[in-house]
């Protein structure tokens, strides 16, 4: 979305030596920080006995990635496995029925981690939005998808509707809630593609096939239906040269990234710090800001790799699914400040561009941005640091456009050109 241009390479490179140092020095503060706190009675939750040929303790305040690399990593590589092991023998076998070989795995992965009535609660969504794709009418589709979304994210619809599934684990409420919104998004896409489709609309089982991809079902990212059901279609199954050397490299880097972390972890505590306000302001501000950068970098990491182990295993079937998020070092516009390149290839194709058309109007501009960080805060979950990330980023957009369209005026078009 919004403006795309590339710096200069002395440019960057005279900002990436001024970041390096940067990170450097306020790293050492937050190395020394580190030490000498790895005692302290406040930060027993979060910080824990490590490896023990590092001799130091580990920072696990974040319980999403303890879950998924110790508590439930095997159960997610052996579900990962059985996905790539079906996948493949189908593919070699009748390759033209691999997609409903991905559908039920998917759907028995669903049941046999959520339950049935979390699976029929999803499945009744599904449902909805196929019957309202029928009418062929997009405003009624974005009014039923948004509706089915809000059910999720606002109350009392959504204590309602995780009320139904009993039991509780770790993860239960990441699970329930990915797979819920992601499936809300998914059925968005179909029932909109479905409603600029000539000839009737596509069938429920293409629906099912979409949306119970495993890979893609509890964290996504969102590929819109029309690039999912041509892929996935396709019976001549064939790779580019050097196609499974670069995915194995890529399964490498993700591999090394998940251990450098934890290495990390151990001698920079950048999530358990700021627990204790007290113990902040002793910090320097160069400490401060490291360990504000640091989380964000980690937020990156985090996405990245999610993304990108999610990403491998759909190269693997044949498919090109959405690119891993940009490193927030490389961004310098809000046009490109988006951790899910999913959501924001969907919200660019049914929303911005939807509404803004070809971009030339500032107030189509406007009405289009709006809208767009509208779905988004439904989307993320309404409450005010939500709201406050998108009115700032809204904003942020919509003045660089300005910005971008009076510098086109006759005067700087010519300086510029000269």
């Not at 990593?73 to 092991?85: D, E, K, Q, T, Y």
């Not at 509706?147 to 109350?155: M, N, P, Q, R, T």
């Not at 479905?194 to 979409?210: H, P, Q």
Request: proline share 3%; with cysteine.
């Amino acid at each position: 979305m919004g403006v795309k241009t590339m710096l200069p390479s002395y440019e960057l490179g005279f900002y990436a030596l001024a970041v390096t140092c940067a990170v450097v020095y306020s790293g050492s503060g937050i190395f020394e920080a580190s030490r000498d706190s790895m005692n302290r009675k406040a930060f027993r939750d979060g910080i824990k006995p490590g490896w023990h040929y590092f001799g130091r303790k580990m920072d696990v305040a974040d319980f999403e990635w303890v879950m998924w690399f110790t508590s439930f990593r095997n159960v997610i590589i052996f579900a990962l496995s059985g996905h790539v092991l079906f996948g493949k023998i189908c593919s070699m076998t009748v390759p033209q029925h691999r997609a409903v070989v991905y559908m039920v795995y998917g759907i028995l992965a669903v049941l046999g981690s959520m339950g049935l009535v979390y699976l029929m609660i999803i499945l009744s969504h599904c449902l909805v939005l196929y019957s309202v794709a029928m009418a062929k009418q997009k405003w009624l589709c974005y009014a039923a998808g948004l509706c089915c979304l809000a059910s999720f994210k606002v109350e009392p619809f959504s204590s309602w509707q995780s009320g139904f599934v009993t039991g509780a684990f770790d993860l239960q409420d990441v699970l329930f809630y990915g797979g819920s919104c992601f499936t809300i998004m998914r059925c968005m896409s179909f029932a909109l593609e479905s409603s600029e489709r000539k000839e009737g609309i596509y069938s429920i089982f293409d629906l099912l096939k979409y949306n119970f991809y495993l890979p893609f079902f509890f964290f996504g990212p969102v590929m819109t239906f029309d690039q999912f059901h041509a892929q996935v279609s396709t019976r001549e199954l064939r790779r580019k040269d050097d196609e499974m050397r670069n995915i194995r490299i890529h399964a490498l880097l993700h591999l090394g990234a998940i251990v450098a972390v934890d290495i990390f972890f151990h001698f920079f505590y950048i999530l358990t710090l700021p627990s204790d306000l007290k113990f902040m302001n002793r910090l320097s501000d160069w400490s401060l800001a490291g360990l504000a950068y640091s989380n964000l970098v980690y937020d990156w990491v985090k996405a990245a790799v999610m993304f990108g182990v999610i990403n491998t295993i759909a190269r693997l079937d044949h498919l090109d699914p959405p690119q891993p998020p940009k490193c927030i070092t490389m961004l310098y516009v809000f046009a490109e400040t988006h951790f899910d390149r999913g959501i924001n290839d969907w919200l660019c194709k049914y929303v911005y561009d939807h509404i803004g058309e070809n971009h030339d109007n500032i107030m189509k501009e406007l009405v289009a941005t709006i809208a767009t960080f509208a779905v988004t805060t439904l989307w993320l979950g309404p409450c005010e640091i939500v709201y406050i990330w998108s009115v700032f980023n809204c904003f942020g957009l919509n003045f660089e456009l300005w910005v971008q369209k009076f510098f086109q005026q006759e005067p700087f078009a010519k300086l510029e050109v000269r």
